[in-house]
């Protein structure tokens, strides 16, 4: 609020989901209300759609803050339009829709017949899943965003922020200004879009998320040994944090993943829980942590190599350079199978109630099945290996 309020906006305009489900409503009421206050004050009205998570919520809450500037756009899934004037004259005309219940299988943009005599620039502001024809959030098609023939596009629902502009017109999903787990890793925070007669002129992120997540991927077939791994984790950690232009940045939380063919491969895998409490550290004002360690490193092993022959490390060997390749379909449907089933098995196991309870977790499929059998065979490969040598 305080960013645009410095910036002088015109408008502030909401993509859904504000609030997560009807619990949540007492929780950010407060915080809400304090933002759309200031804005009020600040001349800068507040325009809104509802998402899946707050499609019932929010037009309530809307109610109850009819004294200051804000409106929903697009209520109960009927689309409407809204004009922003500056000094008396059209600057941009928003056409905006809400979800009018949890689900919406069928694609929105099929329901919008809104189309303008004028040139003032027109953005479409809505919540939905893009390029997902099942999705049963709003499936939204690129040809539908195309054909209506609009200036842009704001739309909500993805948490990571994603801008397509290459070729038609400008997609932006501006993601949540904060990240709220691992998986939504990068850069988070409102945008600001300019416009002129001609339309968009400028898009720019204002990173003002204070937390971070970032995978980091660490080559441990360039290092001589474990000691090696703090200096490089802290200059790629370093980079990143220099990149981030805006000093709200507190805490960079990181997943580190190990790669690279080398011989203390089996060691990274006993020191995993000890790197992550070693690495923490400060930079600068920016506290960084680390999440996990994840050790994807594999012995320093020339499958080509022991590949030749019929002895059974050949056999392995030739099974993990068909994994290695892509194909599965020369893998033993049976040996595939069994992993799933004991993945599965797993995944189902009461210590991991909790996890599939939150949606923390999913069934393991058959690409997850594959990575294990891969990660695996290596491990038994370098066994018979070391066995031989022995």
């Not at 990173?207 to 040994?225: F, Q, S, T």
Request: hydrophobic share 35%.
């Amino acid at each position: 609020m305080e960013e645009a309020i410095d910036r002088e906006v015109e408008a502030v305009v909401l993509t859904g989901d504000i609030i997560d489900r009807k619990n949540r409503l007492f929780e950010a009421f407060g915080d809400f209300e304090a933002g759309v206050k200031d804005l009020t004050g600040a001349g800068i009205p507040v325009y809104a759609t509802a998402g899946n998570h707050d499609f019932d919520v929010l037009p309530e809450l809307l109610t109850s803050l009819s004294d200051y500037d804000i409106s929903l756009l697009g209520e109960n899934g009927e689309w409407e339009t809204v004009q922003i004037n500056r000094e008396g004259s059209p600057v941009v005309r928003f056409a905006g829709w809400s979800f009018p219940s949890q689900h919406v299988n069928y694609n929105p943009l099929t329901k919008l017949d809104l189309k303008f005599k004028d040139e003032v620039p027109v953005i479409g502001v809505l919540h939905g899943d893009v390029g997902k024809p099942d999705s049963r959030y709003g499936p939204i098609t690129c040809s539908e965003l195309e054909r209506l023939g609009y200036d842009g596009w704001i739309i909500g629902h993805i948490h990571n922020s994603n801008l397509r502009s290459d070729s038609g017109p400008t997609v932006l999903s501006p993601g949540t200004p904060q990240p709220l787990d691992s998986t939504e890793p990068g850069l988070h925070g409102p945008w600001v879009m300019a416009l002129d007669e001609r339309g968009i002129t400028q898009l720019e992120q204002i990173p003002l998320a204070n937390i971070r997540y970032e995978k980091v991927n660490v080559d441990a077939g360039e290092m001589n040994g474990l000691e090696d791994i703090p200096g490089r984790f802290y200059a790629k950690t370093d980079e990143i944090i220099e990149r981030t232009t805006h000093p709200a940045l507190d805490l960079l939380i990181v997943t580190l993943e190990l790669t690279g063919r080398t011989d203390f491969y089996e060691d990274l895998e006993g020191v995993k829980e000890q790197l992550a409490g070693d690495l923490r550290r400060e930079s600068g004002s920016t506290g960084v942590t680390v999440a996990s360690v994840i050790n994807h490193t594999l012995p320093p092993i020339d499958l080509e190599e022991v590949a030749r022959g019929n002895s059974l490390p050949a056999v392995l060997a030739k099974l993990l350079l068909k994994l290695k390749k892509g194909e599965e379909n020369q893998i033993p449907e049976e040996l595939i199978q069994n992993t799933q089933d004991a993945l599965t098995e797993a995944y189902y196991a009461n210590a991991y109630k909790v996890l599939r309870t939150q949606g923390e977790s999913s069934p393991p499929g058959k690409e997850t099945s594959l990575e294990v059998l891969e990660r695996q065979g290596w491990k038994i490969l370098d066994s018979f290996l070391s066995q031989t040598k022995t």
